[in-house]
């Protein structure tokens, strides 16, 4: 028995290694190469699927392809915030790369409507691989989709690349591959090891999914925040693309899957023309893997709801998303239910899905340059002569950041044409903007703005809501008349900040304008003093609310000029109005009152690595880093009982699992000191039960469901899930966890089931769901039950520090502009609360 266990074993691992794998495994059998295209072997100097690939490596083959073959054009969009190329290549026939530009004028003339013979217009496709980086498959077959593409020779592949345009982006995501493919290349043994205990299948923190800042970029096509998303964003959008395809990968134990998805799971604004040409396409896609032996399955998984993904973006742009997820391999072999999974066959199976593809994309050609045609006729005609107003009296630079969102997709966006009052709120003609429904866009307006609660499934994937007048915290008006209308915005202009005057006095900094929090920092770290109004008051006829910050000018460490000079420079670029004060006599408290606080500076650090979620501390490192200009120390959970916590004024504890007690101690011990620790969700658990947070968590009794088959066991208890959706809660402005709101409710976005008591003393409760509180996406009527009444925030004394708890994040993927004050507040305002 041992002995035949060891000759099984022996035969796997020898299988694994001795099988020596070349491009003619990836490559369609009898076609003839063009011998003047380089193989990717002799760029990079190894075979594909031998190596995961490096970025570096990936682009250096793209380029030497682009210098050689006719076939291709390659064009630099941008860098990863680390500095790699963006690129993509222009795949078509030599004729059609000669007239790309009138290709393209055609393409967009059918979007349109004008009168374009589609019997001649190529089909055009945008093929994008691997957006997570540790789904390396796809990065990989590109090398071997782009070899084929550039060297086959015949009828067929003329025929293809007459009849199609070809965008092709070998890697949406250069940083996270780069970082896997180094993982994964530094584990690689001679003898490849199978064993999923091994190293190599088991990534450190944070992994290589993610970009620089620890984003998930697939969550990015409609938010467009991030370098990578802009690029092609501009990209779909200058080409509308009939087809895109999102090459990612899933568990080991998994075959591989094509949309559709599960039906019931479409968004409702997706017409059910999309899907039936998505199974249409998916039957080429069945038979290249039939051919190949491949498994595969189609309609049980995943959905098409969420439009911020890339397989499900284009279906509210007049276009076709196709998921592929690829069974990982996670390494180079990995033991799997199906077998040893070797990389390349990982490989093989994304290129025999990406060439289906564009099989698919040839047949079907007029059929989907029909379909883009109609879609956009009927979506000129749709909705009323009306349109939704936006906008934020007192912080320009948030409302302004949605418009830029709003132009990147191409949506029209006009001026608000005179100050107006609407539902009680004041829109201003300086920073409100109003966008028609009827435009040729206007489906995917309708999509950005979504509010809905009814709902024909109740999994997601991902997220039930995402309205960006709730995400960016401005104030929405729907269905104004078109009287409203002003100027259209070609250009978005950035908010430039002012100093009114120079003064003897001081400046006063109402704390409403988003990147307030990017000045109070700077001035703190030049030593300046600051103090922050606790209360309401007017000077010289000007109303200033809670949180207005006082910069005086004596016995400052710059002179009267000097500090007026670095104000004006200060506020340049940021929106910040300061002004100027001549007198410390308010109505209300004075200037002198000890009412104003002097507010400190601040020294943030935040626990990031093992137990603790990438995206969430991703978030913040970048809100930090990029949008307020502030030094952030990241302390890794495996070493901070080795740290000299003094330096810290702020530690901030993302989504986590506990630490060791050892580090619970040492946080203790610096709270007690003065120490400001932030913690969010699910970390709010685990400080509770190590006596760092005071607080009563309500539990949904889910054990008690009935009636539930074991067939639908699962779908049960994922009903249960908040996977995202919005709720309001009630203010209390005085409180300055809220300075710099202006409202007396906020929409608060919630992706988890931590529901917290109020407090017995309603004062601190400054930020209370109300009993109706959901305002878009799904939530089971028993957690809606828990939500009700419920806070989401809790300030405690610990010694001579504070304990600040948030159950919900306020950083959610970079472009929930409307809670980061919150966030910003608890740092610089913390130890006043």
């Not at 998994?254 to 968004?267: C, D, K, L, V």
Request: charged share 25%.
């Amino acid at each position: 028995m041992k002995k035949t266990l060891w000759i099984l074993l022996f035969l796997m691992s020898t299988g694994i290694n001795a099988q020596k794998i070349d491009l003619s495994y990836y490559l369609p059998k009898g076609v003839t190469y063009n011998e003047k295209i380089p193989t990717p072997k002799s760029i990079i100097g190894h075979e594909v699927g031998e190596w995961h690939i490096t970025h570096d490596k990936l682009l250096q083959y793209m380029e030497n392809l682009a210098a050689v073959s006719d076939r291709v054009q390659l064009e630099k969009r941008g860098k990863t915030f680390e500095g790699r190329p963006l690129i993509l290549l222009k795949i078509s026939s030599p004729e059609n790369l000669q007239n790309i530009a009138e290709i393209r004028r055609n393409h967009l003339a059918n979007v349109n409507g004008e009168q374009v013979d589609i019997e001649q217009q190529p089909v055009v496709v945008y093929q994008g691989f691997s957006i997570h980086g540790n789904e390396a498959s796809g990065s990989n077959a590109a090398l071997a989709l782009a070899y084929y593409l550039t060297a086959a020779e015949g009828p067929e592949i003329q025929e293809l690349l007459n009849k199609s345009v070809i965008l092709f982006d070998p890697s949406l995501n250069p940083d996270g591959l780069q970082r896997f493919a180094y993982w994964a290349n530094i584990h690689k043994a001679s003898e490849i090891n199978p064993d999923p205990n091994d190293r190599e299948y088991h990534e450190v923190w944070p992994g290589g999914r993610t970009n620089h800042y620890w984003f998930d970029m697939n969550r990015d096509w409609l938010p467009v925040q991030l370098p990578e998303s802009k690029v092609r964003i501009k990209t779909f959008h200058e080409w509308k693309p009939n087809i895109l395809t999102d090459h990612h990968e899933m568990g080991t134990n998994s075959t591989f899957f094509f949309q559709p998805g599960i039906p019931e799971r479409t968004h409702p604004l997706t017409p059910e023309l999309n899907q039936e040409l998505t199974r249409e396409i998916g039957t080429y896609h069945a038979k290249a893997l039939d051919a190949i032996g491949s498994l595969y399955y189609s309609e049980e998984d995943f959905d098409d709801f969420y439009y911020g993904k890339g397989s499900t973006f284009p279906d509210i742009n007049g276009g076709i998303g196709i998921l592929f997820e690829q069974g990982s391999s996670r390494g180079h072999a990995q033991e799997s239910d199906h077998g040893v999974l070797r990389f390349p066959f990982t490989i093989r199976n994304q290129f025999t899905a990406a060439l289906s593809t564009l099989e698919a994309a040839k047949a079907m050609r007029v059929k989907l340059l029909q379909y883009q045609r109609n879609f956009f006729k009927k979506a000129r005609t749709e909705g009323a002569n009306k349109g939704i107003l936006f906008g934020d009296a007192k912080d320009k630079s948030k409302t302004l950041a949605l418009v830029n969102v709003l132009k990147k997709h191409q949506i029209k966006v006009h001026r608000l044409k005179k100050d107006v009052v609407k539902s009680g709120k004041k829109y201003s003609s300086t920073s409100s903007f109003v966008v028609p429904y009827k435009q040729q866009q206007s489906r995917l307006v309708k999509a950005i703005f979504d509010k809905r609660t009814q709902f024909r499934d109740s999994l997601f994937y991902d997220v039930s809501a995402w309205s960006f007048d709730h995400a960016f915290g401005v104030d929405a008006e729907a269905n104004v008349s078109l009287e409203l209308l002003g100027d259209e915005i070609v250009t978005p202009s950035n908010n430039s900040g002012t100093v009114s005057a120079k003064s003897g006095l001081g400046y006063l900094m109402p704390w409403n304008e988003y990147y307030t929090p990017k000045v109070l920092n700077a001035l703190l770290n030049k030593e300046l003093r600051a103090f922050v109004g606790m209360k309401k008051f007017t000077n010289n006829n000007r109303t200033y609310d809670y949180g207005t910050i006082f910069i005086p000018v004596q016995n400052q460490c710059l002179s009267k000029e000097a500090l007026y000079a670095y104000l004006k420079e200060l506020v340049a670029e940021s929106g910040v109005a300061l002004q100027a004060v001549s007198t410390g006599l308010n109505g209300g408290i004075d200037l002198g009152s000890r009412r104003f606080k002097r507010v400190k500076k601040v020294s943030v650090a935040m626990l990031v690595g093992d137990g603790v979620s990438s995206n969430d501390a991703g978030e913040i490192w970048h809100l930090l880093d990029r949008r307020y200009g502030m030094k952030l120390t990241k302390l890794s959970t495996d070493y901070v009982t080795r740290v000299d916590l003094s330096r810290y004024t702020t530690i901030v504890v993302p989504n986590s699992r506990s630490l060791s007690p050892e580090a619970v101690v040492k946080l203790k011990t610096w709270v007690k000191n003065g120490g400001v620790l932030i913690g969010f969700r699910n970390s709010l658990r685990w400080m509770k039960q190590r006596g760092l947070f005071k607080a009563t968590f309500k539990k949904p009794k889910n054990d008690q469901v009935t009636g539930v088959s074991f067939e639908n066991k699962r779908l049960q208890s994922g009903a249960q899930v908040i996977g995202g959706a919005i709720f309001k809660a009630a203010l209390d402005r005085s409180h300055p966890i809220a300075f710099g709101y202006k409202n007396k409710d906020l929409a608060l976005f919630r992706n988890t089931t931590v529901f917290m008591a109020p407090d017995a003393k309603s004062y601190n409760n400054p930020i209370q769901y109300t009993q109706t509180p959901l305002l878009s996406g799904y939530i089971s009527e028993e957690n809606l039950e828990l939500l009700k009444g419920s806070v989401p925030f809790k300030v405690q004394r610990l010694g001579k520090g504070r304990v600040i708890g948030f159950t919900d994040n306020t950083n959610f993927r970079a472009f929930w502009y409307g809670t980061n004050k919150l966030f910003m507040n608890a740092v610089f305002f913390g130890k006043l609360m």
